[in-house]
């Protein structure tokens, strides 16, 4: 079975609440009739109900069972413009409430920070900051976390694999790379996955010298020394590698004999968002893979962005993952 599957199979009967603030983007309104047929994700669009109403028809849309909220007329709108206040923490007046909360992201992020619903995926028409902004600001991080990172399921018939930072932090030290390493493992565990995670670079276990090499090095310690003292059974992290030791076994044979990762990671930490953005893509693009996410780690409660060129498919599959977020 697929990731995908395993996780309907999973979600089935649960009828998690996502929001899909983009209601009026033709993909998303598309994907949010398909996930309302399931029993597995209950939408919640947010949009103007006319416009909405006016493109479900051009389309020849049914969404007579789908829940469309207007964040401007919306009755909820008081309630989350004082919870807005009152989280933001004198950081907003009520006046700058009530214009922020016009923003579908910012409405969407405060009906999940108010339990209203579970999750949130975005960006079909809005940037990854848009999307992100909001729930750093409202939903924040899990204790212990210091950094959001951004991870993508790289997914070919019933190859899976995860690779990560490709969306969120331009430059990373050491420790941020340790820390994405473990919680990239946590995120594996979470979907089925027996985490191997490599930490890559240009070099393998020492084949060059520079600043660069260093600092992954140093974070694999870093590391590991976090997997021992969580106490994270079944989770294995080891580098620094070069993509090729990573991922062939007889590469690593040659490159790496001693190493914890023989060539079967199926966890990548890239040293930095650059390396992140330009390998899934190439995997995606060359290698035919299909790139789902970014999906962000660290979160209190699940927010998902989506790329602005995404298909149906891809709102309708990273809202299958945020649902499986919240059953962690």
Same mark, same amino acid.
């Given at each position: 079975?697929?990731?995908?599957?395993?996780?309907?199979?999973?979600?089935?009967?649960?009828?998690?609440?996502?929001?899909?603030?983009?209601?009026?983007?033709?993909?998303?309104?598309?994907?949010?009739?398909?996930?309302?047929?399931?029993?597995?994700?209950?939408?919640?669009?947010?949009?103007?109900?006319?416009?909405?109403?006016?493109?479900?028809?051009?389309?020849?849309?049914?969404?007579?069972?789908?829940?469309?909220?207007?964040?401007?007329?919306?009755?909820?709108?008081?309630?989350?413009?004082?919870?807005?206040?009152?989280?933001?923490?004198?950081?907003?007046?009520?006046?700058?409430?009530?214009?922020?909360?016009?923003?579908?992201?910012?409405?969407?992020?405060?009906?999940?920070?108010?339990?209203?619903?579970?999750?949130?995926?975005?960006?079909?028409?809005?940037?990854?900051?848009?999307?992100?902004?909001?729930?750093?600001?409202?939903?924040?991080?899990?204790?212990?976390?210091?950094?959001?990172?951004?991870?993508?399921?790289?997914?070919?018939?019933?190859?899976?694999?995860?690779?990560?930072?490709?969306?969120?932090?331009?430059?990373?030290?050491?420790?941020? /790379?340790?820390?994405?390493?473990?919680? !990239? +493992? #946590? *995120?594996?565990?979470?979907?089925?996955? =027996?985490?191997? $995670? @490599?930490? /890559?670079?240009?070099?393998?276990?020492? !084949? +060059? #010298? *520079?600043?660069?090499?260093?600092?992954? =090095?140093?974070? $694999? @310690?870093?590391?590991?020394?976090?997997?021992?003292?969580?106490?994270?059974?079944?989770?294995?992290?080891?580098?620094?590698?070069?993509?090729?030791?990573?991922?062939?076994?007889?590469?690593?044979?040659?490159?790496?004999?001693?190493?914890?990762?023989?060539?079967?990671?199926?966890?990548?930490?890239?040293?930095?968002?650059?390396?992140?953005?330009?390998?899934?893509?190439?995997?995606?693009?060359?290698?035919?893979?299909?790139?789902?996410?970014?999906?962000?780690?660290?979160?209190?409660?699940?927010?998902?962005?989506?790329?602005?060129?995404?298909?149906?498919?891809?709102?309708?599959?990273?809202?299958?993952?945020?649902?499986?977020?919240?059953?962690?």
């Amino acid at each position: 079975m697929s990731l995908l599957d395993v996780l309907q199979e999973k979600l089935s009967g649960k009828n998690v609440k996502i929001v899909l603030p983009e209601g009026e983007d033709e993909r998303v309104l598309t994907a949010a009739t398909q996930l309302q047929s399931t029993d597995y994700v209950t939408p919640v669009l947010l949009g103007n109900e006319t416009n909405v109403n006016a493109l479900a028809k051009d389309k020849g849309l049914d969404i007579s069972n789908l829940e469309i909220i207007d964040p401007e007329t919306s009755e909820l709108k008081q309630e989350l413009v004082t919870a807005f206040v009152e989280r933001r923490k004198g950081k907003a007046t009520e006046a700058q409430a009530q214009e922020m909360l016009k923003d579908v992201n910012y409405f969407g992020t405060m009906l999940v920070y108010t339990g209203k619903a579970e999750g949130l995926v975005s960006g079909a028409a809005h940037s990854t900051g848009d999307t992100v902004r909001p729930a750093l600001q409202i939903i924040k991080t899990k204790p212990g976390v210091t950094k959001t990172s951004g991870i993508f399921f790289m997914i070919k018939g019933e190859e899976q694999y995860i690779f990560g930072d490709c969306a969120i932090n331009p430059t990373l030290e050491a420790q941020d /790379l340790a820390e994405i390493a473990v919680e !990239s +493992a #946590k *995120s594996a565990q979470s979907f089925g996955m =027996s985490p191997r $995670v @490599a930490m /890559l670079s240009f070099s393998t276990k020492g !084949s +060059a #010298k *520079s600043d660069d090499v260093e600092k992954v =090095s140093n974070a $694999v @310690a870093l590391a590991q020394e976090k997997v021992e003292t969580d106490q994270l059974k079944d989770v294995v992290i080891d580098g620094e590698f070069q993509f090729d030791a990573a991922i062939v076994p007889e590469v690593a044979k040659k490159k790496a004999p001693d190493a914890q990762i023989q060539g079967d990671a199926n966890v990548f930490i890239f040293p930095s968002l650059e390396a992140g953005n330009i390998g899934y893509k190439i995997a995606q693009r060359l290698g035919g893979y299909d790139a789902v996410g970014p999906v962000l780690q660290g979160l209190n409660s699940p927010v998902n962005d989506l790329s602005r060129g995404c298909s149906i498919e891809d709102v309708y599959n990273l809202s299958i993952i945020t649902a499986a977020q919240t059953l962690q």
